[in-house]
């Protein structure tokens, strides 16, 4: 199996139930059982829930111990939190899909549209960026505001990698790729 199940008979309304959101344990049993060869990806949805609110969180606190994000928007944490919980739902659900595509469409096109239209600061030159240097120093050389949004995901990514089996990072992580490459672009 190759190409995307998001029409398959039977898993196409929980699909569409399932956006902006993880499956819950029935629903990744009945996507296991309906399609038994992708039970894999099922098990790594599964992981992927478990470590959600952690990785976020790590990644999160990086951002913001690094950017004056709370100076220049009143609600930002909160959004912030919710914008990147809603890019792991996605990508957990395009991986479950085994379409890309849809992702990409569903979401991430739409979603740069809307990061565009904010004029986020440049990070905090005496901040201490006490993790994942490399993938600040690569940000730098980006234009604000895409330097703290290709921060944001490229730690994102690395959080996952940390937390997540090799197979289970190994499905997600070309779209956690896609997701930063997408929002980070011009």
């Not at 609110?53 to 606190?61: G, P, Q, R």
């Not at 944490?77 to 890309?100: E, S």
Request: aromatic fraction near 10%; hydrophobic fraction near 40%; charged fraction near 25%.
């Amino acid at each position: 199996m190759d190409s995307s199940i998001r029409h398959h008979a039977q898993l196409k309304q929980l699909f569409i139930n399932a956006e902006s959101r993880q499956l819950d344990s029935n629903e990744l049993e009945l996507y296991a059982n309906t399609v038994p060869d992708y039970a894999y990806r099922a098990k790594a949805a599964y992981e992927i829930k478990l470590v959600q609110s952690e990785v976020v969180d790590l990644t999160i606190k990086d951002i913001f111990s690094m950017y004056p994000f709370l100076q220049n928007h009143e609600l930002a944490q909160g959004k912030c939190y919710r914008d990147v919980n809603y890019v792991v739902a996605y990508i957990t659900l395009a991986m479950l899909m085994n379409d890309p595509e849809w992702l990409r469409d569903k979401l991430l096109v739409w979603l740069k549209t809307i990061l565009q239209a904010f004029c986020f600061p440049v990070r905090d030159q005496k901040a201490p960026i006490l993790t994942q240097k490399l993938i600040t120093i690569e940000a730098d050389q980006l234009p604000s505001p895409r330097s703290s949004i290709h921060d944001t995901y490229s730690r994102l990514k690395h959080y996952f990698n940390q937390n997540l089996s090799t197979k289970s990072y190994e499905l997600i992580e070309p779209l956690l790729q896609m997701a930063c490459d997408i929002l980070a672009a011009e």
